[in-house]
């Protein structure tokens, strides 16, 4: 019985990486759609997010199926708790990379950013999949000296955006208002998706540890 | 024991009423702060969200402290879970208030919203209201009926975003990129707090009914 409980507990650790890696190939699909003006990979996100939904729905069953059959304390019910958290923040990760497909696909094909912001978008996709990365690493090694990273790469992520925002209020914005108002809502998308991982991250900290990690 | 474990979950249930309401609270004021530029409003909000995190702390701990201690199953167990769940929505609306209360302290003395779209503002900011409130009242009567209310109220103000954008991307839009950076980020901010609010009822007709509801 007890071997069981803990099959089950890795299968849930599994879904969370799973849900990880399908959410950064989302986001990664999801920067290049934006770039590129490709609608193939804007579709891609759109539909893939379906498989995302299911696993999220899984690991929530099967979390409560745990807690009510196994009654854990401790560290293990934290773990129960905490994976259904984390399933839906990965969720939410998995919706704002569909956010950002379906800009992309409104503008095809037109691309919605202007060349001269192409590197900021370029660098909040690769900050994006970097966080997701080490977050799936993370959940996969109980690694909490990495989990503690992510707060610097969510900085990056916010001085992005910032810039991102003073670029289209800049004087020298020749775009007109559509490009303005696609980017401040991809820039507010890429912003959460990484607030999310560093959620996740957090935690992951308070799985490992019992600390609860302090939020902003 | 037994009464002070059940009065112990009727405290759960209080402090997730008393979070609706700074929630509403905050987004009522968010909104006139927006609206009438009213820094003492926005300044009351951006304040005000330290008790709407000291709660959701709260909810927090006393959910896993009544899971660990009493070892719950089926309904009891289904309310603390998700009563840790809606506590977090709540939050979050409470996040979304102050994103909106500080676009309207950014801006002032000015107010960001265009004479022409405050009838827009406005009803988003009621329709707002009209979500919390009756969230409340569900989380507070267990009402499954008026739960399932809550959606018509959230197409309102997926509608009002729609109209709102829409009005901001017409070729009469006069008002230059900076309100309309404002206002996109604005709607966005309405429009999540109305899916967290239709969030928790589905969360309470699962507590009640223990059937999942559909999500989108």
Redesign the interface.
């Known amino acids: 019985m007890r071997d069981t409980y803990h099959e089950e507990l890795d299968a849930v650790t599994d879904r969370l990486v799973r849900l990880t890696q399908l959410v950064r190939t989302a986001m990664a699909r999801a920067t290049t759609a934006l770039l590129d003006a490709d609608l193939q990979a804007a579709e891609s996100v759109i539909t893939g997010d379906a498989e995302v ?1 299911r696993l999220n729905d899984e690991t929530e069953e099967a979390t ?1 199926e745990l ?2 059959l196994q ?1 854990p ?2 560290k293990d ?2 773990t129960l ?1 905490t994976s ?2 984390m399933a ?1 923040e990965l969720e939410r990760m998995g919706d704002l990379a569909v956010h950002i497909a379906k800009i992309a696909r409104r503008r095809h094909p037109d691309s919605a950013v202007p060349q001269q912001l192409r590197p900021i978008i370029l660098e909040m996709g690769t900050t994006a999949e970097l966080l997701i990365t080490k977050t799936g690493t993370v959940i996969a090694t109980h690694d909490d000296e990495l989990a503690k990273e992510l707060e610097g790469d969510d900085d990056r992520m916010d001085a992005l955006r910032t810039q991102l ?1 003073t670029r ?2 800049s004087s020298g ?1 020749q775009h ?3 490009p ?2 696609d980017l ?2 991809a820039g ?1 998308y890429f912003e959460r998706y990484a607030d999310h991982a560093v959620h996740v991250a957090h935690n992951m900290i308070y799985v490992i540890t019992g600390e609860k990690h302090e ?1 902003d």
Do not use: C
């Open positions: 939904n409560l807690m009510a009654q304390v401790a019910l934290r708790v259904m958290q839906s925002l289209i209020l914005w007109g208002v559509e303005a108002v401040t809502l507010r939020e």
